[in-house]
Each structure stands twice: as C-alpha cells, then as structure tokens.
C-alpha cells in the first residue's frame, strides 16, 4: 500500500493539472457516484490535500471528493483526453480542457461538502499528518508521551494512523532503525534524548523518502551505492527488505521478522534489544 511520501507525490502530480482549473468531464465508475458528476461538473478545483494515506480533491462550491488507494489503487495523469491503456477498473475521471486525471481500482471514494469532512469516519480518527510540512518534532515528541501510546511498543505504534497518519510497513521500520531503537521498546522506556531522537527520525526518513520518491538512505550514501552499480531497487532502504544482508553502518545481518502479517526489519547491533 503507498504511504505518506507516495499519496502526497501522487496529490502533487494531480495538483499540478488541476489546480485552479474547471473540469469539464467527469465520471464515476462506481454506480452509487454517477449522480455526483452534475454536481462537481463545470466547478473549479481549489486544492488537492493528503491527510494520512487519504487523497482530497477540494471544489470551489464547498464539495470535495474523498478517495482511499487502498492496496491496488494508483492515479494516473495525462496530458489531453486520450487515456492510456489500462486493464484496471476506472473509478475517478477528472478532465480539463488540457489535462486528465485517473483514478483506477480503488473503490473507497465519496464525496463530502468540504465542511463536514471532519465528521468523515476515516479522517475523523487520525493522527497529524506526517507530510504536513506545519508537523514538527517536538508534537510528535509529545504524542509519543501520551497516555494513549507510551506503553505501546513501537513496531505496532508506527502502523497506527492515529499515532500519525501516513506511516506504513517501510516507513515504520526505516524510522526505528535510524532512531537507533529496537522495536519492541515503548516509548515509556526511553529517555527525552531517545524521545526526540525518534521524533527527529519521524520526519527526517518519510520527508527524504518524499524528496527523493522513496529513497530512506541518506544521498551521499545512495550515491556511493550507485558509483558501485547498485540498482536503485536495491539501495533504496536502511533495513527495510534487506533481511541477511550486512547493516550499511555495523555490517551486522539485517533480521526479519512477521507481525500480524506485516514485515519489519532491524538490525540487531544498531538496535540492540
């Protein structure tokens, strides 16, 4: 599933051709959404906001469209109205006159008046935004105090989108690793030092992660890597898929292990138990 970087790259993109221009087309291919089209038709787009791994299409009439890309879900954007070709199921179509933007698979799409999207099941619950640029460490310092997640250890606190929305399975574990933390520490066992350290790390790795599209190591590193011949596939992350391979900073093997279905990597060495 696309995390933080990859939903606010993706709202990028659409914003781009979007932004501050009327659409002319669109349509649902969801047939409980067909009688929106009427509504939003001829309405200029205002903004294409990320909260979490949610995507909103913001109207100057007051309306928006909610969309989830869920596991299979991926925008597309074109310049024109000639689509590309695709086996996946159309579920957004939003046309300019010069532009169009796709949205196929996902099926977790509604459209809100703007000022109730608070009341929105999904976005109601969670956390600040790890790609809000407004974010800084020391709110997430904070939350990592709260009563609500102190005492819960960090590998399933960093998939919580309550914590802070936009966090995911690569994130999570590049985040510990660079904070130098074991995965099943809590945060009421840590120090103020390790707190902000961790907090730190939060924004450092998913805001390189954005810089980059989806490189968590730092760019001298990355460009050492390539000077080797190194694939970009394989030097994208610290831990993160590297399971056996030698830590890039102790040479320690890099150990895999399985939460509730989802995969997390560190480095025994550099995140001692």
């Known amino acids: 599933m696309p995390e933080g970087p ?14 501050g221009n009327t659409v002319e087309t669109i349509r649902f291919g969801l047939p409980r959404l067909r009688h929106f089209s009427k509504q939003l038709k001829g309405h200029r787009v205002i903004d294409v906001e990320t909260r979490g791994k ?14 989830h890309n869920q596991l299979y879900g991926v925008w597309k954007v074109c310049s024109g109205h000639k689509l590309p070709k695709s086996n996946r199921s159309m579920r957004i179509l939003l046309q300019t006159e010069t532009h169009s933007a796709v949205l196929y698979s996902a099926s ?17 619950k969670l956390g600040p935004d790890i790609m ?27 998939l919580d989108q309550s914590f802070l929305a936009g966090n ?3 994130l999570r574990s590049e985040v510990i690793h660079h904070a130098g933390l074991h995965p099943k520490q809590k945060p009421c066992e840590l120090t103020r030092a390790q707190l902000g350290k961790l907090a730190r790390s939060t924004l450092e790795i998913s805001r390189r992660s954005y810089d980059t ?8 590193l990355s460009k050492t890597l390539e000077n080797r011949g190194v694939a970009r596939g394989s030097r994208r992350f610290y831990v993160f898929g590297r399971d056996d391979l030698p830590c890039y ?4 093997p890099i ?15 550099c995140q001692p138990a």
């Open 168 to 170: 995911g399975n690569y």
């Open 54 to 67: 949610a995507l909103l299409t913001h109207f100057d009439h007051g309306y928006s469209i909610y969309s």
């Open 213 to 220: 599209r989806g490189i968590t190591i730092t760019p001298r």
């Open 132 to 158: 809000n640029p407004a974010l800084e460490w020391r709110e997430i310092a904070a939350r990592l105090q709260d009563p609500r997640f102190e005492r819960r250890e960090l590998a399933a606190l960093y």
């Open 6 to 19: 990859e939903i606010r790259i993706a709202a990028d993109t659409i914003a781009n051709v979007l932004v």
């Open 255 to 269: 150990k895999y292990s399985e939460i509730n279905s989802r995969r997390l990597y560190h480095c025994p060495q």
């Open 249 to 252: 900073s102790c040479s320690t």
């Open 108 to 124: 977790d799409i509604s459209v809100w008046p703007t000022e109730e999207l608070a009341e929105h099941p999904f976005l109601r």
